[in-house]
């Protein structure tokens, strides 16, 4: 299978350049960190993939484990997630069920309390 080989020059990738808003320095170092395991090469006017399998290469950083734990991860706090909604769909219910003692309308109907209607004492009076 015949490799692409597309050449890369980190100061066409800046903002105002056509592959996207980033710097001219992130790119490089981008591809500096692909160059030591093999994944990009510097070549005259600028960078192309390397010879290096990126399998191989994920393999050797332990790519595959990293991913194992990010989804475990990911799972237990889905899990976790799941179980909460289920205590707020349980508490909604509740709610919703809930037969207030007085009801509400009369409460309503009895009007404004005495407490909340008059104006506010004065300091208490000391003798």
Known sequence: MARRTTLV???????????GARSAEAVSAGLRALAEHGLAERRQGGWVRGPADPARVAQQLGAPEL???I????????AEWRALLTLAEVSLTLIDDFVHPVPH???????VPLWASDEAPGP???A
């Open 71 to 78: 989804l475990a991860r990911d799972w237990c706090k889905r």
């Open 9 to 19: 020059n980190p100061s066409n990738c800046g903002a105002n350049g056509t592959r």
């Open 67 to 69: 991913l194992a734990d």
């Open 105 to 111: 309308q009369d409460i309503a109907d009895q009007g």
């Open 124 to 126: 208490p009076v000391t």
